[in-house]
């Protein structure tokens, strides 16, 4: 795994030099850097990094490949695009899309009433927003006073019923009319782990039957001209374009035939989101198999060429793709804990001055003249030695020194081993390495900040911020702090993740997990009350960088709060129950009460030294 793969995954955001990686972007800081000047604040635990121009460059990205294929086709319809809040709610994530997109009239689509009231507050004037997901008569209404207050809406009808409820609405008041959209059901499914939006038994979307039934109702109701869009979504991380083409010549047929059967107004075909982003970080192109360039170029070309063939006018262009916009932007550090096997250093050796076992006096020869020539000889006859101590022990012959001499002995034998072999290990080395994996103790919540790890077995880039430089030997597997056994990433030896060797007494050691902006932020959740990490947005110029937009991670009495106890109550029974204690003197009393203060006060990661 060459440099992480980071060659595969970061799309050139990040780069490696002077053994760090940095942001490949204008000044260039390291995410080291930023992050030593966040902890110089005491911050501790997790920390979630934002980075804005990142959106901007996804954001530039999008509409410079579609402003290109629409040129390229000689394309008669507009490009839109539209943010779809699900993906990513939160405030300052929102803030950097809707300011980055502003140029572009980039809008946002709301899935429920909530996405909603946020989309009216925070889309651009003029820019789009589209609706869809169930909706209730309160939610349409709010389509209709969103409407009225300037927005250019599109509410989609997922059903019948909700085409019935805006007619309901249309007539019980004079509220201006939100412009109308179709989802429709493909018989042509997506492909990728999400993908179960479309086929027959698709949750959403009208059927042809219902389709027609819909321009009925709209004729005989005089609303005919406010269908404006056809709409279809066949799943997330679509992994595959042939089954997009299919859901395109179907949509874009069905589009035809609705204008050949007076839909006149009708002016625009909404492909959902489904781009894909590449996670992986050893082979390319498992995640999917077309760039940008090829998705933006087919979606123009075939629409293009069905229109054409139908001779109707050529449709505005719409997309709501969500993860290939704001994936990249945010990117998770946490520090390293604790390296379970630092209890084997050398320097826990406690040879008995008085003689030791002759297996033992063996084991400290090998480990003295292990080289290059001599290390696979040697690696055998130690492991063969403890094979034979362990059976020692059993029988009783050694005692618990020894058997602890004995395994830091090992440790050290097989560590230099694959030290010395590293440019080329042997199968065996290889398997020795996987067996003696390292567990890596990271300061952070996986079902709070990698939820779909945790779900989906969806990876996440990751890879240290430092010691670039060398070449990291420990098989490792990542445990969170947790107490969920499922809290952990597991070696993988299709997959292998290595870390480096550190003694975190003497330094610290932080990995970045990468492509972290989409989902996981709303999908995470407060499993042993853990809670969102530390958030920054990082604004980077040609200088310097600026952090900004802070936002703690919660404090432990407003953990408990935010799932319904009464923090004064649960403060005030603790400091009473220490207050009636005995023993202790006063002084000591007021101390450890302000101590207490402190501690219900900070967020519930760990404060060790890192
Ligand atoms: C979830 C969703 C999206 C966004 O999908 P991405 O894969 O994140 O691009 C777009 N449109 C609809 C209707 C959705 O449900």
Known sequence: MKNFGLDIWSNKNFIIEDGQIKLNYKSMPSLLQITEQIRSQDIRGPILLRFPHLIKKQIRGLYSYFDKAIKINNYQGSFNAVFPLKVNQFPHAIEAVTSQGAQYNYGLEAGSKAELILAMSKTPNGANITVNGFKDKEMITLGFIAAQSGHNITLTIEGLGELETIIEVANECSLKIPNIGIRVRLHSVGSGTWAKSGGMDAKFGLTAT??????????????????????FHIGSQMADIAPLKRALREAGNIYAELRRMGANELNSINIGGGLAVEYDQHTHSTSRNYSIDEFSSSVVFLLGEIMDAKDVKHPNIFTESGRFIVASHAVLITPVLELFTQDYQEKLLNLKENGNPPLIEELIELNKLLSNQNCIEYLHDALDHMESLLTLFDLGYID?????????????IIKKALYLKSANPTDELEQLQVKLQERYLINASIFQSLPDYWGLGQHFPVMPLHHLNSTPLRAASLWDITCDSDGEIGFNPEKPLYLHDVNLDEEDYFLG?????????TLGMNHNLFTHPHEYTVNINDTNFEIVNEVESKSILNILKSIGYDKEKILNKLKTDLSSSDFITQKEKDDTLAKLETFVQQNGYLRTTN
């Open 210 to 231: 219902e389709i027609i039934e819909a321009i009925k109702l709209l004729k005989s109701t005089n609303l005919l001209q406010y269908l404006s869009m056809v709409h």
């Open 400 to 412: 618990l020194q020894d058997r602890s001499n004995a395994e830091i002995l090992v440790h050290n």
């Open 513 to 521: 997990f990468f492509n972290v902006g989409a989902y996981q932020e």
